[in-house]
């Protein structure tokens, strides 16, 4: 059995953005075990093509989570909050406790001049749960 082909991490995190923001549209995405490729599908966009008959087979394939099933995304704005500006964190709460909290949320960093660090930091987050996530199915990364 030969060696499968490593993923590429940015590769990864194209097809995540991609099924975590289009679960309206049937947005899905697959990793090849043997190439590393990654196959996207979308129920209502048509510009990927078809998937292979066999992508149900857990051995060859393993779909993408959505980044709620990795605990990214709702809870990093208060985990980032904690560490970087802990004033703040009842008012963060607030912002999340009503619709458009990332707007302001994002006001709230601009004004205390850390929108940059929250940017390195949450991709940071994603890499690191992709990592784990790569580990528990068996995924080889590309270095």
Not at 25 to 32: L, M, R
Request: hydrophobic share 35%; aromatic share 10%.
């Amino acid at each position: 059995m030969s060696k499968p082909t490593p993923v590429k991490l940015g590769d990864l995190e194209e097809a995540l953005m991609f099924v975590s923001s289009g679960e309206a549209f049937g947005n899905t995405a697959w990793v090849c075990r043997a190439t590393g490729h990654v196959l996207w599908h979308s129920d209502e966009f048509t510009d990927f093509g078809p998937l292979p008959k066999d992508i149900h087979d857990g051995k060859r394939y393993v779909a993408l989570p959505h980044q709620r099933e990795l605990d990214i995304g709702s809870p990093q704005p208060l985990e980032f909050t904690r560490q970087h500006l802990p004033a703040c964190v009842e008012q963060v709460r607030e912002i999340f406790s009503r619709r458009g909290a990332y707007a302001r949320f994002k006001d709230l960093l601009h004004r205390h001049d850390r929108l940059a660090a929250w940017h390195r930091w949450e991709e940071e987050q994603t890499r690191q749960a992709l990592r784990a996530w790569c580990e528990e199915n068996d995924i080889t990364l590309a270095d």
